[in-house]
Structures are given as structure tokens and as C-alpha cells.
């Protein structure tokens, strides 16, 4: 059995917006609904996601409803 790698998909997500603002953290285009992420007002969170190094992973962040902020995002693996 060969060993798999482990690692942490870290992301931060730090800033303020208007309305909601969507970030989408999946392992393939499709942006599966259930790692979505909403934020409003001002924000400041850490996503931390196990990793086995099984596929790509994609960030996609979307404004949404909102029509003037601010934001950092910092990501790694």
C-alpha cells in the first residue's frame, strides 16, 4: 500500500462588504454547494480543509450581492 501525503488547504479571508460576498473552496469546477462560504459586514476567517493530495483544488469568490468592499484573501498548501 503506498503512503498518502497529508496535508492542511489553509485559507483566510479577511475585509468588509456591503452585502454578501460567496466564497466556494471545492476539489473540482462544479463548486459543490456545501463549501460554500458567505460573509457580510466586517469579516475575518480561516478555512482549514484536510488535504490527501486526491485532486485540484478550486477557489472561486464571488461578489454576489455586494457592491463595495474589501478584501484580502490568502490561501496555501
Avoid at 13 to 40: P, Q
Amino acid at each position: 500500500m503506498a503512503d498518502k501525503n497529508y496535508s492542511v488547504f489553509y485559507t483566510k479571508i479577511k475585509g468588509h462588504s456591503n452585502d454578501s460576498i460567496r466564497l466556494n473552496i471545492s476539489s473540482d469546477n462544479n463548486e459543490d454547494e456545501k463549501f460554500d462560504y458567505y460573509f457580510i459586514g466586517d469579516f475575518e476567517k480561516e478555512i482549514r480543509m484536510d488535504y490527501y493530495g486526491e485532486s485540484k483544488k478550486f477557489i472561486k469568490l464571488d461578489p454576489y450581492k455586494a457592491t463595495d468592499g474589501k478584501l484580502e484573501l490568502d490561501y496555501q498548501l
